[in-house]
């Protein structure tokens, strides 16, 4: 098992940034690929952006490229979204979510482990 907990989230206007962090605890959290999703209200589980088990890969959805970076720092088991630019349409819960394999997927299927989410607000 892997728990994670999301943190960092809140209210910020058009144009700020927000830094999301996922503390893991349980199995151990550097042997497994992490990605980030997020759920706007009404709609389904969108993928943000992922990460490979040591960090040395990353993908991002085309919404977040250029204006998210995901990162991980295995020491402290702790996985980052850094989120810069944020427009009204990044409004969102955030979840941060393990998969028990090294590489990296962006289905949301193919993750084990979730956190409980932490929302985002960008107001216009």
């Known amino acids: 098992q892997v728990q994670l907990v999301e943190s960092g989230g809140g209210l910020v206007q058009a144009g700020g940034s927000l830094r999301l962090s996922c503390a893991a605890s349980?199995?151990?959290?550097?042997?497994?690929?992490m990605g980030w999703f997020r759920q706007a209200p009404g709609k389904e589980h969108e993928f943000v952006a992922a990460?490979?088990?040591?960090?040395?890969?990353?993908y991002a959805a085309d919404s977040a490229k250029g204006r998210f970076t995901i990162s991980r720092d295995n020491a402290k088991n702790t996985g980052y979204l850094q989120m810069n630019s944020l427009k009204p349409e990044d409004t969102a819960v955030y979840y941060c979510?393990?998969?028990?394999?090294?590489?990296?997927?962006?289905?949301?299927?193919?993750?084990?482990?979730w956190g409980q989410g932490t929302q985002v607000t960008v107001s216009s």
């Open positions: 979510a393990v998969r028990e394999a090294f590489s990296y997927s962006t289905g949301k299927a193919d993750y084990a482990y």
């Open positions: 990460i490979n088990w040591s960090g040395s890969r990353t």
């Open positions: 349980g199995r151990s959290f550097s042997n497994y690929a």
